[in-house]
């Protein structure tokens, strides 16, 4: 599908959210229809939450402050 292989684990365990092209790549890397990835997932409950993620700037940004402390 023409993707990394992390990328697969990420999918996989919902800690990314596939763009489309993503999604048809995948369909056709299992010979399906793209459909058959989403079928299922409708309403709110299916979204994730909007939370950012820890980034090595955040993590820099506290380990200065506990050293300053």
């Avoid at 989403?38 to 380990?63: H, N, Q, T, W």
């Amino acid at each position: 599908a023409d993707m990394h292989v992390t990328n697969y684990g990420r999918v996989e365990r919902g800690e990314a959210n596939s763009e489309l092209h993503t999604i048809v790549r995948l369909a056709t890397a299992l010979d399906i229809d793209p459909a058959q990835l989403v079928a299922g997932l409708y309403g709110d409950g299916m979204l994730p939450d909007r939370e950012r993620a820890f980034s090595v700037a955040d993590f820099i940004a506290a380990k200065r402050s506990k050293e300053n402390t």
